[in-house]
T-cell receptor, first 113, second 110 residues
Framework: SQTIHQWPATLVQPVGSPLSLECTVE??????LYWYRQAAGRGLQLLFY??????ISSEVPQNLSASRPQDRQFILSSKKLLLSDSGFYLC????????????FGPGTRLTVL | EDQVTQSPEALRLQEGESSSLNCSYT??????LFWYRQDPGKGPEFLFT???AGEEKEKERLKATLTKKESFLHITAPKPEDSATYLC???????????FGAGTTVTVRA
């Protein structure tokens, strides 16, 4: 069976500090990978998606970036965090790029102070 | 513009009081509608996929149905453990990504 992991589970960072969130998937190969942000009381906002190693597409221009150094590893980064970066970050995977359900990880709660 | 709208925003039920949640969408050429359950502080958990009008899926006390313009999630004789936010999502008509509704938060009191 497939499993998706995210860490850390929670993170409190000062404004201007760097960020690195990691997501890994087990039990499948060549997954499509996604990063979402969910602000309090709001819906899911897609930030990045990847169809393969080194292939990243950005949905929202901001100070975040993503990388996929390995087939089942997806990393969300920032060089300098903003207060507005606070939120619940979710990683997800799917079998194919189109029309398939996505499966979510447990999430990372990020608070920027 | 493709949209996904869920109603109501919040639903408070007494244990055993059945009810329905609505997810309406405006995408043309529906290529699947997905229901998720999300508990506070956790990632969404996949529940169902519906592909065509008239299709129904069931899981325990939950049943999802689909028409050409909306989907319903019926909760039969709910229990407190059914308390969660329920999200629906569809792929937009010109894209592969999922558009999520804002969700319905269900609270079931014992």
């Amino acid at each position: 069976s497939q499993t998706i992991h995210q860490w850390p589970a929670t993170l409190v960072q000062p404004v201007g500090s760097p960020l690195s969130l990691e997501c890994t998937v087990e039990g499948t190969s060549n997954p499509n990978l996604y990063w979402y942000r969910q602000a309090a009381g709001r819906g899911l906002q897609l930030l990045f998606y990847s169809v393969g190693i080194g292939q990243i597409s950005s949905e929202v221009p901001q100070n975040l970036s993503a990388s996929r150094p390995q087939d089942r590893q997806f990393i969300l980064s920032s060089k300098k965090l903003l207060l507005s970066d606070s939120g619940f970050y979710l990683c997800a995977w799917s079998w194919e790029l189109s029309y398939n359900e996505q499966f979510f990880g447990p999430g990372t709660r990020l608070t920027v102070l | 513009e493709d949209q996904v709208t869920q109603s109501p925003e919040a639903l408070r039920l007494q244990e055993g009081e059945s009810s329905s949640l609505n997810c309406s969408y405006t995408v043309s050429g529906l290529r699947g509608l997905f229901w998720y359950r999300q508990d506070p502080g956790k990632g969404p958990e996949f529940l169902f996929t519906l592909y065509s009008a008239g299709e129904e899926k069931e899981k325990e006390r939950l049943k999802a149905t689909l028409t050409k313009k909306e989907s319903f999630l019926h909760i039969t004789a709910p229990k407190p453990e059914d308390s969660a936010t329920y999200l629906c999502a569809v792929p937009p008509s010109n894209d592969y990504k999922l558009s999520f509704g804002a969700g319905t938060t269900v609270t079931v009191r014992a």
